[in-house]
């Protein structure tokens, strides 16, 4: 029981502040420091359990005694799901230092903005431990209902209502697919639980068109939440209205918590050896389906992405394509695809919440220095500002050294060394549409002319995330095996 709790302690202490965070700032509604404060060191000391969890059990521990513990064999720990939860903290911190001076300065600073930060990242806590179908289910709603609050947290917007009434309506239609799927599945297997699951369709059911139907549903509901192709329709005007610096979250750590679940349910419901019997499941034929998913993804993305005047619908569409290099890893279907997935999440993150935190400190009011032409001259009026967004835009763009390029390599090596050489060309000819306009926004910045007043920019708490998010991009850039190595030994009990 000890063990078990210790191991669990990054979930007790993240629900432990996400349920007294709204008794803080019940008692402290005027001083916003405080939530803020209690906010950040709930982050800080749930990313240092999940941080001693990792290096106590860097492979993945998958109960099998379930009936003598307290989880029921519904939660696994330590390995991808210990270093997801740091992943999902870092995410969270670098939001919270780039909100302060954003939220300020827009009149929003309510303290209810940290409180759902601390929901939103349980939820996605929940979806990197789960073992079960059901827990799954919790994980994605706990994350899905606060970013539907957080998209109109800026009320007097009228893009920022409508943002959030958009994520909604369409987030409950697809959760209904998903919800559907999982009941298809546990019709069809008899259980909620991966490991059963896996063991039924490896060893042949009876429920065949039961079983697709699921499977069918599933994909859909997930590929929502990935906002993968032909199911992306909601994220640009989703990323677009919301607060700048919700977005920047919202495409990051809500991103990867989405493909993380996609990971697991595939990875369940593509069981490498099956047993001929009853039905033979074709395992290849969902790949192929997950790789069409992808390739649209990915082309689809990029090429809305290049007429595009708006900075943020910009980036809005580029994280779209930047699903689809994720669903790679996931049509890998091996421990290198998984690994690759990792890397380029944890890239992912750093490069696109840099940028996002310098929309947002560029950003004035509403719709305003958002466009692209905006961006003229910045290398001469600030040139740290500028020379930090060059960098994340060649890290986008896959350019070496950068992280993102490596994340890149690793998830078209892992789609070629799993026969979807296809694919990788597929992925080769979108990244080159996609130097287009980030290198179009470093000419705007380094080769043009400012016409109009030069901006007062105040990065106050956001210079403490530009500076992180920067070292993450360089350093796993340049060392990448430093990220690699422990991704390797974090799926090292499922290669």
Request: glycine share 8%.
């Amino acid at each position: 029981m000890f063990s078990e709790l210790q191991l669990g302690s990054s979930l007790i202490l993240i629900s432990f502040f996400a349920i007294t965070i709204v008794i803080v700032d019940a008692l402290f509604q005027k001083n916003k420091t405080v939530g803020f404060s209690y906010a950040l060191f709930g982050f800080i000391l749930t990313a240092v359990a999940s941080a001693i969890n990792l290096y106590q059990a860097p492979s993945l521990i998958i109960p099998l005694n379930s009936e003598n513990l307290i989880t029921k064999g519904m939660i696994v720990f330590g390995g991808y799901s210990s270093f997801f939860d740091i992943l999902f903290c870092m995410g969270a911190i670098l939001t919270m230092f780039a909100s302060r001076e954003y939220l300020k300065r827009e009149y929003h600073e309510y303290t209810e903005f940290y409180s759902l930060l601390i929901f939103s990242v349980s939820g996605m806590m929940f979806i990197g431990h789960a073992n079960n179908m059901l827990m799954i289910f919790v994980g994605i709603e706990l994350m899905s209902i606060p970013f539907y609050i957080l998209a109109g947290f800026i009320r007097t917007n009228f893009k920022s209502i409508e943002a959030s009434l958009k994520y909604f309506l369409l987030g409950s239609f697809a959760t209904g697919f998903l919800l559907y799927g999982i009941a298809m599945i546990y019709g069809a297997t008899g259980s909620l639980g991966f490991t059963e699951i896996s063991k039924s369709i490896a060893s042949g059911i009876n429920s065949t068109t039961i079983l697709v139907i699921g499977i069918g549903l599933i994909i859909v509901g997930l590929s929502f939440k990935v906002a993968a192709f032909p199911f992306h329709q909601w994220a640009p005007d989703v990323y677009h209205g919301s607060p700048t610096i919700v977005t920047g979250f919202m495409s990051t750590a809500g991103k990867a918590a989405a493909i993380l679940a996609f990971m697991i349910i595939a990875r369940n419901l593509m069981p490498e050896k099956i047993v001929s019997g009853k039905f033979n499941f074709d395992t290849h034929t969902l790949q192929n389906i997950i790789a069409w998913i992808s390739a649209g993804t990915m082309l689809v993305g990029n090429i809305t992405a290049l007429v595009q005047k708006n900075v943020k619908r910009m980036l809005a569409y580029s994280s779209v394509a930047h699903a689809g290099y994720l669903l790679m890893g996931i049509v890998a279907n091996s421990q290198l695809g998984w690994q690759g997935i990792t890397f380029y999440a944890t890239a992912y993150l750093f490069m696109q919440i840099g940028a996002f935190v310098i929309v947002g400190l560029i950003e004035r009011g509403e719709e305003n220095n958002l466009n692209i032409e905006d961006y003229a001259g910045l290398s001469k009026s600030h040139p740290m500002l500028a020379a930090m967004m060059a960098m994340f835009m060649l890290s986008l763009a896959g350019i070496p050294p950068m992280a993102g390029f490596f994340g890149k390599y690793y998830l078209f090596a892992a789609a070629i060394k799993s026969g979807f050489t296809w694919l990788t060309i597929v992925a080769v000819i979108a990244t080159i549409i996609s130097m287009y306009f980030y290198i179009s926004l470093i000419i705007q910045m380094y080769f043009k002319d400012r016409t109009e007043k030069e901006l007062e920019i105040k990065t106050g708490l956001g210079l403490i995330s530009l500076i992180i998010c920067t070292i993450g991009v360089l350093l796993f850039g340049v060392f990448p095996s430093l990220l690699l190595d422990l991704t390797r030994q974090c799926f090292q009990l499922l290669g």
